[in-house]
Nanobody, 128 residues
Framework: QVQLVESGGGSVLAGGSLRLSCTAS????????IGWFRQAPGKEREFVAA????????FTAKVLKDRFAISRDNAKNTVSLQMNSLKQEDTAVYYC?????????????????????WGQGTQVTVGS
C-alpha cells in the first residue's frame, strides 16, 4: 500500500510563491509516477502537473505551465510543485497522486482515473 503525504501549503499574498512537496511510503518514490491535482470549493478536481517515475515524461496544465513547475528529487524521496506568481484563483486543496504502472509515451496522464493512490491534500490560500 502506498501512502502519500503533501506538505508546504499555506496562505500567501497574490504574486507570491509556494513550494509543495509530496513524499511516499510503502514504495520508493522513484518507482512511482506522480501527479498533482487541485480542487477549489464548489469546483471539480483539476489536473495541475505530472512527472513520470524516470522523469522523462512531464506534463503541466497549459494554463499553469508559465507559473507552475513539477520536479523530483529521488535522493530526498520527494516530488515538488513550485508555484510562482500565485493568483487568488489558485486557491484550492492540492493533492498528490501516484500511479505505479509504466507510462506509455504519447499519452498525457492528466485524469484522476490514471492514479491509484492519493494524499490527503494540502490547502493553498492566495489572498489579495
Amino acid at each position: 500500500q502506498v501512502q502519500l503525504v503533501e506538505s508546504g501549503g499555506g496562505s500567501v499574498l497574490a504574486g507570491g510563491s509556494l513550494r509543495l512537496s509530496c513524499t511516499a511510503s510503502g514504495r520508493p518514490l522513484n518507482l512511482l509516477n506522480i501527479g498533482w491535482f487541485r480542487q477549489a470549493p464548489g469546483k471539480e478536481r483539476e489536473f495541475v502537473a505530472a512527472l513520470s517515475r524516470g522523469g522523462s515524461m512531464k506534463f503541466t496544465a497549459k494554463v499553469l505551465k508559465d507559473r507552475f513547475a513539477i520536479s523530483r528529487d529521488n535522493a530526498k524521496n520527494t516530488v515538488s510543485l513550485q508555484m510562482n506568481s500565485l493568483k487568488q484563483e489558485d486557491t484550492a486543496v492540492y493533492y498528490c497522486a501516484a500511479d505505479q504502472d509504466p507510462w506509455s509515451s504519447g499519452r498525457v496522464y492528466s485524469t484522476s482515473g490514471d492514479y491509484d493512490y492519493w494524499g490527503q491534500g494540502t490547502q493553498v490560500t492566495v489572498g489579495s
